[in-house]
């Protein structure tokens, strides 16, 4: 492009400007940086003392909502100084690239001005003359290896006297699950099973299966009517649940022959709504699990539909709680503590925990949670010797007491639409979702993200965690494990297909059953091995059941056992 | 970290990757068009930096390969790994057109750089090295698992992401100051890739030339290369007797297993401290402080160590494990610095002869700024 002489004076000027503004913005940025670095919202002085005040009286409410207050006051301020910045590095950007153009344009049109240079240089004097360079340059940087070498070593054992016991460094972690946490054999009671925690008991699972040829299928049924809901157990008894138009339905499926036991309509609740809910196309009515006890069987369905039967298939009780009205429908799956039936109510209207008396549908207690509806369900974990239910929220991933209702932390880090659940072990709680992170949260008083992560970010699968691993599956076809200490990624796996379900772990294996219905057989270690791929022949979304040396595994249309025997 | 992408788009990146490619190449070798090849960099920088907040990058795929080849339990992503040998093949084809108007790194310098001043050859030479060790440093670290270097010092991510630790940022800043008069500091004296690009380059079948036609031998481009990449015309007339040339050259070839052999053992005395950049071995350091000295270990790694509930001797056994796989690891990185270093001397004492001003293969960026410095003109017929 040929300039004249006043474009480029234009330019030059313009040049000059940007240039200036650059530099004011850049001497600005760096201000507030420092400032920022000098800011930490949580060692807010005034806030630090109020919270001790508030630790000295933890039953004060008063104090509390001060301290929340200041909290979310430091917070804001913080991230309003953030926003600067941010705004500040964008100016910063712009100013750069048109200083940066302009000056390319007026070097682009400069008149060269014919060099010559001095006698011509001696190729090969030069090219010696650059061996020495490098042989001089090498005798530096060899020197600095050897001494440093020495020097870093100074604090490191002494690897002469101790060779490494192979039998601790080599440790698999993995092996083990949470500490105290042995989940039952036989009966598989929620979602994601025993506290909904994602971790089976049992041994001897197969592994190698075909639904289309039949392979290792010990029986399959159709369901008569459809439903997203993964099935449950509770000894020789499966329970699912389905829906059409708005008739629901549990059925009782004796889980060795695949014979409907009993169905059981939940529908005609008063109260319940005449039409079906808005919500997704995909969803469904019957997309929550129902939960499961010695006595009981408790499902609830989209409309709002609460239903308590007992395993012969009588209702104890039901109620209509108001449907739930959510853009995707309500998802959230059941809970039992002790006899209180938890029940996550997630709704445009209102967001809230439940505790129905199991026996007589009373509502023992309701706690509010702050944000916005999510589509996960409750977990309960345990730490310290204090149960907990954790709900992974908007944008709150908080606990509450299991028996009271109240709330007992809370940390705002998760935003969007929230659909996995939690994974728990004996220390910590993976709450993650899809476009924002991964954050493995101190649960208790003054919890935190120990660590955090944003590479593998699953839409709907639940994460699940041993004390050593934390494996999750992701919308996109990747299946991730994590150092579920430190946060490190030890492993990650594309599998080329999405993944709903969640993973589930048993028999020292982590199980995922992709959306084709291909299960996934992968060994819970730190290092991956594929152990099997074995397809259901039709497609499912729900996570499986195991129980007994069988899995049962919800289809589409079918429910399937496998079996080797 | 920038969000995950669907695979389309990821594949997207890929046949962005290519197009650019095949865009420079034409604008660098057949256009000859500086000005074109500055906008193709405006471009990149867009897309790849900007846009695609400089991940993946040809650059970092360098460790996803290392790990891929050395963890059974890594698979690396297909992407990945046409990100880092689609340039290693342009370069095979037509030289270092990746970093013309390509690599985002590449093109953020390129911008900035306008008022080139040459660095002494002392300098020039030791600089001239530390990529080699960079590249033999950051395969090391990303096979043992440890860390990827090359993105966690990225000096630009985060001009690129708006956002970075601080000391990144600053990083980042003054190289792009300085490579306003230092021009493409990163390209020159860190990017790891650079090196493997300089190799493949060597050997390309095409490459871009100083002049349209026939040289003129008029030196007017003799000392406008910024990269000091421009090769005099020397008819063989070598002030140096080929005898001693030649014992030179095959002292040089003797030396190459001498200076292997002498790298492999710094690094594998360097090995243990080298085990330093795992955080376990880092952990159990502060941990047999706390141990011996009484001072409480801090850090959240040490409080993260202390409520998982594992023992002092499992952590110990740990680092010891880490420290022997650096131990036997390492020595293969001195090995490749001690046969760079071997090689480079042989290059630099055989004799060559050359009748024209031509770029040298492996350090020319094809960015083209030799083109207006050079008076022969090709004319179209009219």
Request: proline share 5%.
């Amino acid at each position: 492009m040929k300039l004249t002489e006043k474009d480029i004076s234009i330019l030059k000027t313009i040049s000059l400007i940007a240039g200036i503004f650059t530099i004011i913005v850049a001497l600005t940025m760096v201000f507030s940086l420092i400032q920022l670095k000098a800011i930490d919202p949580l060692d807010n002085p005034a806030l630090t003392g109020i919270k001790e005040q508030f630790d000295a009286d933890p039953e004060n409410a008063l104090k509390a909502e001060q301290v929340r207050a200041m909290d979310l006051m430091a917070r804001k301020a913080y991230f309003a100084s953030r926003r600067q910045v941010e705004t500040g590095s964008y100016f910063l950007l712009a100013g750069a690239i048109i200083f940066i153009l302009c000056q390319q344009l007026i070097s682009g049109n400069e008149k060269i001005l014919p060099d010559i240079p001095g006698p011509k240089p001696d190729d090969q004097a030069q090219r010696n003359k650059k061996i020495s360079y490098m042989l001089a340059s090498v005798t530096v940087i060899t020197g600095i290896a050897i001494v440093s070498s020495f020097m870093l070593r100074s604090n490191l054992p002494d690897l002469a006297i101790k060779e490494p016991g192979k039998s601790k460094a080599e440790r698999v972690p993995g092996a083990s699950t949470a500490a105290g946490f042995n989940p039952d054999g036989t009966n598989y009671p929620f979602f994601r099973g025993q506290d909904s925690r994602g971790i089976a008991g049992g041994l001897g699972y197969p592994v190698n299966w075909n639904g289309e040829e039949e392979r290792n299928i010990k029986w399959k049924l159709m369901i008569p009517k459809d439903g997203k809901s993964s099935p449950v157990i509770w000894g020789d008894k499966l329970f699912v649940t389905g829906a059409e138009g708005t008739l629901c339905e549990v059925y009782c499926i004796n889980k060795n022959t695949g014979e409907i036991i009993w169905t059981a309509a939940a529908s005609g609740i008063p109260g319940e709504p005449s039409v079906i809910p808005e919500m997704d196309h995909d969803a469904g009515m019957a997309v929550s699990t129902a939960a499961a006890n010695s006595d009981a069987v408790c499902a609830i369905f989209a409309n709002g539909n609460l239903i308590c039967l007992d395993h012969d298939g009588n209702r104890n009780w039901a109620i209509n709680l108001e449907t739930p009205e959510n853009i995707y429908g309500y998802s959230c799956s059941l809970i039992i503590y002790n006899d209180l039936l938890l029940v996550q109510y997630d709704s445009n209207e209102k967001i809230s925990l439940m505790g129905f008396d199991i026996a007589s549908g009373e509502m023992k207690w309701e706690t509010m949670r702050r944000g916005r509806a999510a589509w996960s369900s409750p977990v309960i974990g345990n730490f310290n010797g204090e149960p907990q239910v954790i709900i992974n929220g908007n944008p709150y991933v908080s606990g509450y007491n299991p028996v009271s209702g109240t709330e007992l932390w809370a940390v705002e880090c998760m935003t969007g639409d929230v659909a996995p659940s939690v994974a728990v072990n004996s220390t910590l709680t993976y709450a993650v979702t899809d476009y924002a992170r991964l954050a493995a949260i101190k649960p208790g008083r003054g919890a935190s993200i120990v660590w955090e992560d944003n590479m593998f970010t699953p839409d709907v699968s639940s994460p699940v965690a041993t004390d050593d691993l934390l494996f999750l599956a992701t919308g996109n076809g990747d299946v991730a494990c994590y150092d579920a200490i430190k946060g490190d990624t030890l492993w990650t796996y594309y599998f080329m297909d999405q993944f709903y379900a969640s993973p589930v772990i048993a028999d020292d294996k982590v199980w995922i059953l992709n959306r084709s219905g291909i299960m996934n057989i992968v060994k819970a270690d730190s290092k991956y091995e594929l152990i099997a791929q074995s397809p259901l022949g039709e497609a499912s979304d729900c996570t499986p059941a195991f129980s007994d040396g069988k899995i049962y595994i919800r289809g589409r249309r079918n429910l399937y056992c496998i079996s080797e025997n | 970290m920038p969000l995950q992408r669907s695979q389309i788009w990821e594949y997207m990146d890929v046949i962005v990757l290519i197009a650019a490619l095949l865009l420079t190449t034409w604008l660098a070798l057949k256009k000859r068009s500086r000005q074109g090849l500055v906008w193709m960099s405006v471009f990149s920088l867009a897309y790849f930096g900007f846009f695609r907040e400089g991940c993946i990058c040809s650059v970092g795929s360098v460790q996803n390969v290392a790990l891929s080849l050395f963890n059974q339990s890594y698979s690396i992503p297909f992407t990945a790994l046409l990100f880092f040998m689609i340039p290693l093949i342009f370069a095979l084809i037509s030289g270092r057109v990746f970093c013309a108007g390509v690599c985002p790194l590449g093109a953020i310098q390129e911008l900035t750089g306008y008022k080139p001043v040459r660095l002494p050859k002392a300098v020039e030479s030791v600089l001239a090295a530390v990529p080699f060790i960079y590249l033999a440093l950051a395969i090391l670290f990303a096979a043992l698992e440890s860390q990827f270097i090359i993105c966690r010092y990225d000096p630009f991510v985060g001009i690129f992401r708006l956002d970075a630790p601080y000391t990144m940022i600053i990083f980042g800043a003054l190289l792009l100051i300085s490579g306003i008069f230092i021009n493409r500091p990163y390209c020159r004296y860190l990017c790891p890739y650079g090196v493997l690009l300089n190799i493949f380059s060597r050997f390309s079948r095409r490459h871009l030339t100083i002049t349209p036609a026939e040289c003129t031998n008029c030196r007017l481009c003799e000392n406008v290369c910024p990269y000091d990449a421009i090769l005099p015309s020397d008819m063989g007339l070598s002030s140096e007797e080929p005898e001693k040339s030649r014992k030179k050259l095959f002292l040089y070839l003797l030396l190459i297993p001498v200076f292997a052999v002498a790298g492999a053992l710094i690094f594998r005395n360097l090995g243990p401290a080298l085990a330093g950049i795992r955080q376990e071995v880092r952990l159990a350091r502060e941990i047999r402080m706390e141990i011996e000295t009484g001072t409480e270990a801090v850090s959240k790694d040490a409080v993260a160590f202390k409520e998982a509930g594992k023992t002092e001797d499992e952590l110990f056994a740990e680092e010891l494990m880490i420290i022997e796989r650096f131990r036997k690891a390492s020595p293969w990185a001195g090995v490749f610095l001690g046969l760079s270093l071997g090689f480079s001397l042989v290059a630099l004492t055989v004799r060559t002869t050359r009748t024209e001003y031509v770029p040298h293969r492996g350090k020319c960026y094809s960015c083209g700024r030799c083109f207006k410095y050079c008076p022969v003109e090709v004319k179209k017929p009219s």
